[in-house]
């Protein structure tokens, strides 16, 4: 399985998506509700630049971003980013998500000033039609129609539109910290106070189990803390068997799509019937355990079985050796002689002819 996909699969299920952010925004608390996010499509952008000025379809950033998803509740739109091992940490991360969060509201002035022109033209329309069945007297616009001044008309955004806020979280799947810069300050050597005053830093969002402490990661509500926890752990089987047995109930009942991630970035080797509702991750695992323990009795009565040929083969070849010095002997032939055609020491030959 590859990781990417198993992630990505598993975080687009409204709930954990809406998980994720009611930790990071609400630190736990369910404000933002599964039921009323809707996705959004990322793709309707574009960026603004390319080769030659050209314009480059945000499908492709998207793809080098690995971005999970986009949601919209209508009070804020989230992006969720995803990255599933140390190999994919990508280090200009504030300046990706930073971009991504400027076209999202480049997007949104766009769709705004689409909008206005559309009303507007229905209008102009709507007023024509009634000025020739009024014998083609052209009347003003109503008093309680708009008309924009000279800076909304040319940006599209009027003074009283406003956005909605555009909030990124980079979730890291892997065991490892994140050891990527988390802001664009971080990306430089500018120390001056006086050109930071007049910058704006961008902070990554981000969820990095190695980097949070188990109580952190236990306010998640759904299967994401099962994931994270397991993954913060996987390398250390001591704790990993303490966290299981602590959280023994949580971990006997995980959504498959959850144990796929676990196995995806782990590689545990753990299985489990596919036609199951739920998975008991314990057991799963002691499965995976005892399996191992009959592979290595097995794989230790072939390795007996080998030795005993192999000490059979020694027994017939030394039982051979000492057959071939006696008849030597006879033959009149000398210990050193002997020795050489034997392949064995004169010491040895000796004690075989009893000398």
Known sequence: MKADSVTKDFVSDADVFADVFNYYIYGGERVICPQELTERDPTELALPYGADGAVVAVQRFR???????????????????????????????????????????????????????????????QRQKKSRRAGGNSRPAGKDEKSPNKGEFLGGFWKEDKLIPTITVTIYFGSDEWDGPLSLFDMMEVT????????????????APAQMTDEEIKKFRTDLREVLLFIKYSRDNEKLKQVLKANEGRFRG????????????????????KKEGKVDVCKAIDDMKLEARREGIKEGARIGERRGRRQGEKKGILKQARKSARNFYKMGLGVEQIAAGVGYNEEMVRQWLEL
Do not use: F, W
């Not at 909008?115 to 507007?120: D, F, I, Q, T, V």
């Not at 796929?260 to 782990?266: G, L, N, Q």
């Open 63 to 125: 793809d080098v971003m690995k971005l999970y998803g986009a949601m919209t509740d209508g009070k804020a739109g989230y992006v969720l980013c995803g990255v599933e091992n140390q190999t994919s940490i990508h280090y200009a991360m504030a300046v990706r998500n930073n971009l991504y969060d400027a076209l999202d509201y480049a997007g949104q002035v766009e769709e705004a000033a689409k909008s206005h022109r559309k009303a507007m033209r229905r209008k102009r329309g």
């Open 192 to 207: 001056d106070p006086k050109v930071l005053s007049l910058m704006d830093n961008y902070h990554v969002n981000l969820i």
């Open 254 to 273: 995980v959504d498959p799509r959850a144990v796929d991630v676990i196995e995806a970035v782990t590689n545990m080797g753990i299985r489990y019937e």
